[in-house]
């Protein structure tokens, strides 16, 4: 087999290597800068909501498709375990996201009247990213849950989301 360096009269010949080559390097990419910036955004937004209180994991539950086909009408619900008494309840749930324009989603105010700490609403996701639901109990705490949620059409984008 007869060999030729590369050359623009005789360029080099496209491998399976070297697409695989191609594609890990765009990927590492990808990866790199913009979303570490926008995890940090994430934290920065979930923290001025909580005033820098610490967040506990559980008694959150974020219920939302991890596999959307189409980012502008997204269905979510988040619920609380709470007893929903005068003395235990949910003050507030908040709903916050890595990647679109606006950090925050939602706010709801509860109280023990509204009887079930569960609220639904409706997003658009700008691609694919993180969600993080934060409730606010009575008793000063903040717990949350998040979900990671893959978009394969995406909404709502500004700029080079």
Same mark, same amino acid.
């Given at each position: 087999?007869?060999?030729?360096?590369?050359?623009?009269?005789?360029?080099?010949?496209?491998?399976?290597?070297?697409?695989?080559?191609?594609?890990?390097?765009?990927?590492?990419?990808?990866?790199?800068?913009?979303?570490? @910036?926008?995890?940090?955004?994430?934290? @920065?937004?979930?923290?001025?909501?909580?005033?820098?209180?610490?967040?506990?994991?559980?008694? !959150? #539950?974020?219920?939302?498709?991890?596999?959307?086909?189409?980012?502008?009408? !997204?269905?979510?619900?988040?619920? !609380?375990?709470?007893?929903?008494?005068?003395?235990?309840?949910? #003050?507030?749930?908040?709903?916050?996201?890595?990647?679109?324009?606006?950090?925050?989603?939602?706010?709801?105010?509860?109280?023990?009247?509204?009887?079930?700490?569960?609220?639904?609403?409706?997003?658009?996701?700008?691609?694919?990213?993180?969600?993080?639901?934060?409730?606010?109990?009575?008793?000063?705490?903040?717990?949350?849950?998040?979900?990671? !949620?893959?978009?394969?059409?995406?909404?709502?984008?500004?700029?080079?989301?």
């Amino acid at each position: 087999m007869r060999r030729f360096s590369p050359s623009p009269m005789n360029p080099p010949a496209i491998t399976r290597r070297r697409v695989l080559q191609g594609a890990a390097a765009l990927g590492a990419w990808v990866q790199t800068a913009p979303a570490s @910036a926008s995890s940090d955004e994430l934290a @920065a937004a979930v923290a001025g909501y909580t005033g820098g209180a610490a967040v506990q994991r559980g008694k !959150v #539950r974020l219920e939302i498709a991890e596999l959307v086909d189409n980012g502008n009408v !997204v269905p979510l619900t988040v619920t !609380v375990d709470s007893a929903m008494t005068p003395a235990e309840h949910v #003050r507030a749930i908040a709903i916050f996201n890595e990647k679109n324009p606006q950090r925050e989603v939602a706010k709801f105010t509860l109280g023990p009247r509204a009887g079930k700490a569960s609220v639904s609403t409706r997003m658009r996701l700008a691609t694919s990213q993180q969600l993080v639901a934060v409730a606010h109990l009575s008793d000063g705490s903040f717990w949350s849950h998040s979900v990671n !949620v893959i978009v394969t059409l995406a909404a709502c984008i500004e700029g080079d989301t």
